[in-house]
């Protein structure tokens, strides 16, 4: 079984009990992860899995959960599946996609740590919330009138006709 179907698996089968616990380690482990990458963003970070593992000093299943989490936002995103203890890994992220994903996640612990602030301005951060606000924001598209012509194009009313 690979990496990335043991963290697929740790998800899958978290009960309603020990989902809050995992959750809070999770988190953690990622605060320290994205900490260290924030702190100089254009820095390609680059290691053996289980190197990279030790450094951040966090499981190998919580480890491959950030790679799948921060996989979106990479410059060139990894193969996750192939991923293997002895795998060459990359982590270079696009700091404007990153920012724009933890929104996306409702990801508060993340899009606050105080690294963003040498990285995004206000002003550019903000940019970047309205843009993740736009994308959610749903445009119904207005039906026919029941006076208006019928769209079956048989020229008589709607209410008339299909709308009947």
């Known amino acids: 079984m690979s990496l990335y179907d043991d963290w697929q ?7 309603k009990k020990s989902f809050d616990a995992f959750i ?3 988190n953690e482990a990622e605060i320290k992860i994205y900490s260290d990458i924030l702190k100089d963003p254009e820095k390609e ?6 190197e990279l593992v030790q450094k951040y ?7 491959m959960g950030f ?20 795998t060459a890994v990359t982590i270079f992220v696009d700091p404007e996609k990153l920012y724009f994903n933890m929104l996306t996640a409702g990801a508060e612990h993340l899009y606050t740590l105080p690294e963003w ?3 995004l301005d206000m002003q550019k951060r903000d940019e970047i919330t309205k843009e993740y606000k736009k994308s959610r ?3 119904k598209e207005k039906g026919p009138g029941r006076n208006d012509p019928c769209t ?13």
């Open 137 to 139: 924001t749903v445009v």
């Open 24 to 26: 809070d380690k999770y």
């Open 45 to 50: 970070i680059t290691g053996i899995f289980s």
């Open 67 to 86: 790679l799948d989490g921060v996989n979106t936002s990479q410059k060139k995103p990894l193969e996750l599946e192939t991923i293997e203890t002895g």
């Open 152 to 164: 079956c194009g048989s020229g008589k009313k709607y209410k008339k006709c299909c709308g009947a």
């Open 9 to 15: 698996n740790l998800i899958d089968n978290q009960s």
């Open 57 to 63: 000093d966090v499981d190998e299943s919580l480890f």
């Open 117 to 119: 602030d040498n990285i």
